[in-house]
């Protein structure tokens, strides 16, 4: 598959049958797997055979489907885990542990704001925030001796900002390590961070990439390319013996290639069990089918809603990074050639109540605290998400109560923009 087009490894990545086997990947639903010998399968716990034993390790529909998304970012391997909390969760404790510090990006989503300024913190885990937007130097200044990872959303949800990838994996290598990056907004179709030097991707496949609203689901992508025995102080789980697996030194065993995802699922999976069943496992692959087809028609439906909305008078501000007004209109440039999102985020002049009326008079946009579907959808955060916050908190945070965030679906635009139009004229 490796040179094909990412259109052609959308299609048929991961799975390829042989002579009389299903053509679609065959949803494996069962916890546990045969063996002849309890040597056979004693192999498989020793790490030192390839096989199934155990769902809540591995599980072949799974497997396969991580395959396609590794293949889709370019990285060498995968695992799906049960939510894009999970999985951003595992990709940082994979690496971090209690008197670590790591570095991060103050614009992410708000459930991973809390993962690890609250729960991570009460781990042992500290961070230090800093704005996407920041120096090269402020970003240096952020950095301490127990730092073990750096982390950011390409494009941050809600905030749409754009993170520069090559000036935070500049910065995580100069300090000896791993960038992490949240790919759910642009995924692989329209942004590869591995290419611009990111180590480590992870997604809520919630999203884009099932994009029917219809199965929860996360993943972890591995570069292969940190070499972790070159920063063996910084990183003694993948360095060292691990004494839950035989005195197994996963950097060695596995390599570069394979110790982060095989360590991740030997230790966090088999601890914490976060799995991703294998039935939601085969509805995000007819959701990876056709991700190449969606998201261009969802970046067309973006950027005709934001064009619209830049130009009315009701409107004080959009924030979508395909304006040519946008703050992040040149970075877009550079790591979203073929745009970012179907999300766009746009201020009414009319304050909270204004919003209340707008929301209240759309037929084809529904209000759900969701993205990334294939029906459009909107939210306001003053009125849900944050409503316990005053409109002057909300300013303070930079969510003003007029604020509307809509995720353009798969529909056609000009009903789209029609629907917008009426909405508007009710306020
Ligand atoms: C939704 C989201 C998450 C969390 O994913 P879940 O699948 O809801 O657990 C993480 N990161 C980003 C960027 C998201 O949009």
Sequence with gaps: MDNYSINTKCVQAGYTPGNGEPRQIPIVQSTTFKYETSEAMGALFDLEAE?????????PTNDRVAAKIAALEGGSAAMLTSSGQAANFFALFNIAECGSHIVVSSSIYGGTFNLIKVTMKK???DATFV???CTEEELDAAFQENTKAVFGETIANPALTVLDIEKFAKAAHKHGVPLIVDNTFPTPVNCRPIEWGADIVTHSTTKYMDGHGAAVGGAIVDSGKFDWMAHADKFPGLCTPDDSYHGITYAEKFGKEGAFITKATAQLMRDFGSIQSPQHAFILNLGLES??????RHVENGQAVAEYLEGHEKVAAVSYSGLKSDKYYELAKK????????VV????KGGRAAAEIFMKNLKIAAIETHVADA???CLNPATSTHRQMTDEQLKEAGIPAGLIRISCGLEDKEDLIKDIENALKAI
Aim: proline fraction near 6%; include cysteine; charge should be positive.
């Design 291 to 296: 991700l190449h087809v969606r998201m261009a």
């Design 375 to 377: 029906r459009t959808c």
């Design 123 to 125: 781990m042992g885990i």
């Design 335 to 342: 790591y979203l050639p073929k745009g970012g999102c179907g």
């Design 51 to 59: 096989g199934y034993f155990y769902t809540r390790l591995q599980n």
């Design 345 to 348: 985020s746009f201020e009414l």
């Design 131 to 133: 704005s996407p937007d």
